[in-house]
Structures are given as C-alpha cells and as structure tokens.
C-alpha cells in the first residue's frame, strides 16, 4: 500500500526549501517629479533654467527623465540646449530627491506648456504641467546715448542704453549682448557685457560702458541686443586722427624793428589752425617775460594785449597760443624799441592791462638772440620750438637731424638774485661724460641725476642768464616739456661793519689792542724783597 501521506510531506519540505531560497524583492518606482523655472515671463531667444525633483519609493535607476513642451497656441516646441538630448539616462534616484536642469528657449512668442516625464521598468511617472511665457523683445523700450560719436584716436567716450519694461503689472526676464568691432574700439570700464537681468513692473535699467577709440579714421557700430534682437540699440561711432597740429602764429604790431615813443601799446596778432576750429589761449611775452594772457581768441580773429611802462631800449616780443588739443604754437621773435623824452618818464617796467597781475622786465635785461640757424654741430637748423616754464624760464631749442641746441633763460625777480642757479636738464649724463653735450658757460658742477648743472650768478632785477646747451646727436623736440623750473639757493651774507663818526668812541672791534707787558722784572723784584725780610727777622732772633 502507498503511503500517500508521506509522499505529500516530501512534497511539501520541498517547495517549503525552494520558497527559502527565492529572494524577497520588490519592484521601483518613481514616486515624484516636481519642476521649477527660473523665470516666468521672458524674451524669445533668452534662456530659462528649469529645475526637476525627482523621487523614488526606494532605491533604483531611472531608464530615462526627458523634458518636453510646446506652445499653446502655436504648438511650436520649446527648444532643450543643454542636455542636448533633452534627456537624461539612467538617473540612480532614492527617497531623497534628485535635481535635474534643464536650459530651454524658444524663438516663438506664445505661452508654453512643459512638463517632466521618468521612465523605469515597471512603469512612468510625470511632473504636473506648467507654464511660461515668451514674449517679444521689442515689447521692451530702449533708448541710448553717446558722450562723442567722433572722438579722436586714444580719446575715450561712453555709451549708456536704458531698457525699460512697460508692464505696470508683470516683471520679464531678458538676455542682453553688447556687440562692437574690438579692431576699432577697446571696452575699458562698466557693466557687464553680457548677462541675464530680470526687470519688475516699470522698470528701468541703464547699462554703461566706456570705449576708447583705437583706430585710426573708422567707422563702426556699437549695437545693444535683448533676447534674440541683435540691434535692439545701435549707434555708430567714427573715430578720427588726433589733432597734432600746433597753431600757426602772426605778428600784426607793432610792425618788425617799429620805433615807439609811447610807453603803452597794444600788441596784436592773429593764429590759424588746420587740424581745430574754434578758439585758443594766447600769451604776450616782451623780453621772455609773460606780460598778459588773452583768453578764448577766435582762428582768424585779432587777439591783443595792451603793455605799459615801456622802458627806452630795444625789445623783442613774440606770441604763443594754445588750442583746444592743447598743441602749443609760437609765433617768431619781432624787435621794437622805444625811445622816450626826458618829461615821459624813464619807463622803468612793462606792464599788461590784460591780466590782474603785473609782470615787468628791465629794458637792460638781456632776452634770448635771434633763433640760430645751425646747431652747435654746424648742421642746419630743421625745427625751432620753444616753451614756456613756470614764470621766471623760457627753454628754446633748435633742432637738426643729428645735432640740437637748447638756450635756457632765466629772469630774475624785481629783487634780483645772486646764488647758485640749478637747472635739471633731461638729458642723458653718460651724453656728457662721453663729451656728446657741451654746456656754455661752464657751471660751476654738474652731477649725475639727468645732468644737473649749476652756475654761481649775480643777477640784477629782471636780468636774464642764459644758458647754451649743444647736444651732438639727435633729440626729440619733446624734451622741451620735460623741463622743470629751476632750484635757487641764495646766497649767504654776513652782516656789513657799523659806520661810525670819526668823533664816536671806536668799537672793541676797533679799538687797538693793548701792548702787552712784560712781568718778569717786578716778579725778581718782590722775590728779592721777601728773601731780606726772611734774612732779617732770623737775625733778629739769633740776637
């Protein structure tokens, strides 16, 4: 008989073992997606960051989590630039969220649904649908300004956009570019040049940059973009060769080598300038010294200023101006002389009526010769420049094209002056050392630091030192300006002797030393003395 019952038990051991050793296991699931965007409201060709959350009931890996959207209206797609799939694969996720971006466009004004979809083997799971609204960026206002639309080469200028949101409700969202030709213009300082700003309800927001023009006689734009409006802002800006052309100076009178029998005369003069229009500051100077200054004279126009207290004697006059670009221009050297009659004066001073102070100079002192024609090196002069330092120096240099001489004047004040005189003259000391610069007269030293030279001088008020400098190479006409004023140490003096009446009492100082006598006589004297004094009284006790 079979024993059924015991083949049931074995049956049931069996399966009991193998349901051991199946492993318990669960399937995973998305539990959650949840999205965010940056922005709710925003310009057609500016990107938007959307955020995803995603969950799982457990550990586990999801095939795919993908980002869609389309336009309500249009149906046109929103577009995914990074992942560039538009997806992402095999996303481990846990209980605790994972976050996922998304950088979407669009390029057609609409509203736009989108939502976010994970796939995993069992099944899929969705975000809710939101939505965002592209717009178009000439809904913006915009509006410009340029400080110069025709600045010089190496000038700077600046360009200001303002973009304004004419919503009085909702805030929008748009990206900005500004675009120019770099060969033409350097972006030197302001806002940044790209970027993402976010304008509330009436908002308006100024960007600023300053340029600096590079090249030379060009025309390029400057434009400001927002969103996918490349030009929502353009200018054009033309950039032109600097102004280098120093203005050209013409004495009108008093005529060259004129005869004056006044002490007052008006001085006048015209300039003309190829590269400025408009006006240029211009100053009288009569034997080196500045005698008046006529601000803002017209090109073309006459500029004058009025000397007086002419002293009897020869004179020079010359004129510089200064025009807008700040080019220094100087017209020749003119003489005049003026001859007075005994009761006119004797004109000891110049002073101008065109300036509140007064700058004179002594009929006597000596100014500056005639522009020489050939340097120190006998090579023809090709270029005469001089320049103006401070009130009491005029540096005027002759310059060839491998030689140059430099004259350096200086006026003393009405006080005078007697010391030592420093110039600091910018040239190169080894020059001199190696016998390339030759100085007359000879200071008194010269040291190193450039070539410092000194003279010993005496100068009478208002008279005039000048100093010959030949240079036997080829110098810049520049180094004028690197000319400073000079160092004056005054010398110092000692007090002069009191003068006394033949009848006063003569001072120590000048009464005569006492004869000196000789003691050695009267000191054998009283020794001798005291010796018999001694003698006696020890014979008296003897006694």
Known sequence: ?????????????????????VPLTSAFVISSITTSSSASRVTTGTDVTITASATGDSSGTATQISFSGSGLTTGSPLTVSDPTAGYYSGVSLSTSASTLTYIISAATTDTYSYSVTGTYSGGSASSESSTIEFINPDTLTVGGTISNSTPSVGNTFIVEVTVTNPSTTQSVTTAYALDYNSTAFTLVSGDSSSGTV???????????YTFNATASASSSPISFGLGDSSDAYSTTVTSANPDTTAPTVSLSSPALGAG???????????????????????????????VGTAQSVAEGATGSVTATGLAAGSHSWRVNC??????????????????????????????STATPSSVTTSASAPSLPPAPTTTGSGETVEQTETEQVGMSTV??????SESATLEVAYTAPVSGFSGDLTYSLPLDYADYEAGLVSITPEPKSVTRGSI???????????????????VAKKLDAAVLNEFKAPKLTPKSVSAPAATVAATAAPTQAEAPAPAKSDNTLMYIVGALLVLGLL????????K
């Open 535 to 542: 003698y006696y009284f020890v014979g008296m006790r003897k």
């Open 1 to 21: 008989m079979v024993n059924h019952m015991g083949f049931d038990k074995k049956a049931l051991s069996v399966g009991l073992l193998l349901l051991l050793l």
């Open 260 to 290: 004056l029998t006044s002490t007052t005369q008006a001085f006048t003069w015209t300039f003309s300038d190829s590269d400025s229009s408009g006006s240029a500051s211009c100053r009288l100077y009569i034997d080196l010294a500045l």
């Open 452 to 470: 410092i030279a000194t003279w010993d001088v005496a100068l009478a008020p208002k008279e005039t030192f000048v100093a010959m400098v030949n």
């Open 395 to 400: 540096v005027r240099g002759s310059f060839a």
């Open 198 to 208: 976010t304008l509330s309800a009436s908002q308006s927001q100024v960007f600023s």
């Open 322 to 351: 200064i025009d807008a670009a700040s080019n220094s221009g100087n017209s020749s050297d003119r003489t005049f002389s003026v001859s007075l009659s005994s009761g006119s004066g004797s004109g000891s001073s110049v002073v």
